[in-house]
């Protein structure tokens, strides 16, 4: 069993900047691949980020290319998403979650969820 517990969500304005942490208990990271989805109202979950915790290998969406980084941090079993030049479309609740396996962007391979943590961008 792994929980997870986002945080660091939270208002900024229009090209500003959040860092989002994901803090797994229960088992390590070790195995896992840990994803970043991100849902808004009235929209589908929406594949943000991931990172394949034991090759180190990453993968982006589209809407997260060249503005967000996935990050780790071994000994805090922490994985973090930094959002950078924040827009109003990017408002949404985030959420980490992980499974045993490659990346993939497929929601339902994903195992563990956590509760989500609301960012939202003013304009």
């Known amino acids: 069993q792994v929980q997870l517990v986002e945080s660091g969500g939270g208002v900024v304005q229009t090209g500003g900047s959040l860092r989002l942490s994901c803090a797994a208990s229960g088992r390590t990271f070790s195995r896992y691949t840990v994803a970043w989805f991100r849902q808004a109202p009235g929209k589908e979950r929406e594949f943000v980020a991931a990172?394949?915790?034991?090759?180190?290998?990453?993968s982006y969406g589209d809407s997260a290319k060249g503005r967000f980084t996935i990050s780790r941090d071994n000994a805090k079993n922490t994985v973090y998403l930094q959002m950078n030049d924040l827009k109003p479309e990017d408002t949404a609740v985030y959420y980490c979650?992980?499974?045993?396996?490659?990346?993939?962007?497929?929601?339902?391979?994903?195992?563990?969820w956590g509760q989500g943590t609301q960012v939202t961008v003013s304009s």
């Open positions: 990172r394949s915790w034991s090759e180190g290998s990453t």
């Open positions: 979650a992980v499974r045993l396996g490659p990346i993939t962007v497929v929601t339902t391979r994903y195992n563990y």
